[in-house]
């Protein structure tokens, strides 16, 4: 009888170690085992595959540097373009550029005396010279002033092609809003203003013409919005060449769109972009030709 008692107790005590270790194993097996060795779970996968994705990238940091910088802020770089024969131009690109998308274009179209200019001589006049050293607040567009070779005319099928050309390159090259493209000129470069504009009614949406002649175009036949700018040194007095100007832009552009400042036919440009009527520091008519007032 003792030894029947004495092996059944062995066998239990066997028994009991042996569940025992069998529990220890389950549990600490589970509570050790690591992500690449437990089961896969559709959930966690795509969360640890989310997290590998995400976590280089700092997104925050990088779009919102710029998204706050005020006219105030905004400057001009200015870089000659040769693509080539039909594209030489002077492009004045925002800073608001690098964060911008679908931004305005004006373009500038110079007189006779820019005609094969260098590109230094052309950098110092008018709104090329203007812009390099511009006193007011920033605008969001882009500035094109292309340069005509010694004998060019901006009144002539040949130049509207070019003009076009430009337009095709900034489109394929840069980020413009292609609804929103206009154009400006001072004497031949405002004759060549209302061509273009005669041409293209559909490519231009404003257009600001300065002491350029009245061109043969048709200009009650389009749309565009124009307001003419003669310059008259003595401002008030009958003066041949500039009250024909003057009536032919009132019968042409409308009275309220022609505008007649003491200024002289060199200085009308200066004068014209640097009008600030309502002291906002903003030059009025670059604001008006990209539709900002």
């Not at 489109?171 to 400006?184: F, G, L, Q, V």
């Not at 293209?200 to 002649?213: E, T």
């Not at 003419?228 to 500039?242: A, K, L």
Request: glycine fraction near 8%.
């Amino acid at each position: 009888m003792y030894k029947f008692l004495k092996g059944s107790l062995v066998v239990l005590m066997i028994t009991f170690v042996f569940l025992i270790a069998m529990l220890t194993v389950t549990v600490h097996g589970r509570g050790m085992d690591s992500v690449e060795n437990r089961p896969t779970v559709v959930g966690e996968e795509m969360y640890e595959e989310f997290i590998q994705i995400t976590e280089p990238i700092e997104i925050e940091e990088v779009l919102f540097v710029e998204e706050n910088e005020a006219l105030s802020e905004i400057t001009f770089s200015g870089e000659f373009i040769h693509e080539d024969g039909l594209l030489t131009f002077l492009l004045f690109t925002p800073s608001s550029a690098e964060y911008e998308k679908d931004i305005p274009v004006v373009f500038w179209l110079h007189g006779s005396g820019e005609c094969g200019t260098s590109e230094k001589t052309y950098r110092s006049k008018f709104i090329p010279k203007m812009l390099d050293n511009w006193e007011f607040d920033g605008f969001n567009a882009y500035v094109v002033c292309p340069i005509l070779t010694s004998g060019g005319s901006w009144n002539c099928e040949r130049d509207a092609n070019r003009v076009m050309a430009i337009i095709n390159y900034m489109k394929e090259n840069y980020s413009i809003d292609e609804n929103n493209i206009s154009i400006t000129g001072a004497s031949l470069g405002g004759l060549g203003t209302q061509y273009m504009v005669a041409k293209m009614p559909d490519v231009f949406s404003r257009a600001v013409v300065l002491s350029g002649y009245p061109c043969n175009a048709n200009i009650k036949d389009i749309t565009t919005p124009i307001i003419g700018f003669v310059g008259h040194p003595n401002y008030g007095e009958d003066s041949g060449s500039y009250s024909y100007m003057t009536n032919k832009f009132k019968k042409e552009f409308g009275e309220s769109q022609t505008i007649v400042m003491k200024s002289s036919h060199g200085g009308l440009p200066y004068d014209v972009f640097n009008l600030d009527e309502n002291n906002d520091n903003k030059s009025d008519i670059f604001m008006w030709l990209i539709g900002e007032s």
